[in-house]
Nanobody, 123 residues
Framework: QVQLVESGGGLAQAGGSLRLSCVASGNIFSIEDMGWYRQAPGQQRELVATIANNGDANYADSVKGRFTISRDRAKNTVYLQMDSLKPEDTAVYYC?????????????????WGQGAQVTVSS
């Protein structure tokens, strides 16, 4: 069983900063890409940023230059530093990880999701 637990969400003013963290735990054999997605009310979930095992990062155009994704491989943790926040960044932010687990001597790979962290930016 794999769990992803986010922390660090909350309320910020426009122009402010927040930092999200996500820790993956459980019977994890390995983790490839990790990332952050967000979903605003009435909208579809969208990609915010991803980071590969080698550290290569990918960002949505809407957050480039403002958000920074990083990870600590030893701690199975991914971070999202959000600066220059805008009201349109308000959403529930979800952590995602491409994990591989060892079960009954077989490797199984799948995408795991966290429960979500609310981020609200006031104008």
């Amino acid at each position: 069983q794999v769990q992803l637990v986010e922390s660090g969400g909350g309320l910020a003013q426009a122009g402010g900063s927040l930092r999200l963290s996500c820790v993956a735990s459980g019977n994890i054999f390995s983790i490839e890409d990790m990332g952050w997605y967000r979903q605003a009310p009435g909208q579809q979930r969208e990609l915010v940023a991803t980071i590969a095992n080698n550290g290569d990062a990918n960002y949505a155009d809407s957050v480039k230059g403002r958000f920074t994704i990083s990870r600590d491989r030893a701690k199975n943790t991914v971070y999202l530093q959000m600066d220059s926040l805008k009201p349109e960044d308000t959403a529930v932010y979800y952590c995602n990880a491409d994990v591989t687990v060892l079960q009954l001597d077989q490797l199984h790979s799948f995408g795991a999701w966290g429960q979500g962290a609310q981020v609200t930016v006031s104008s």
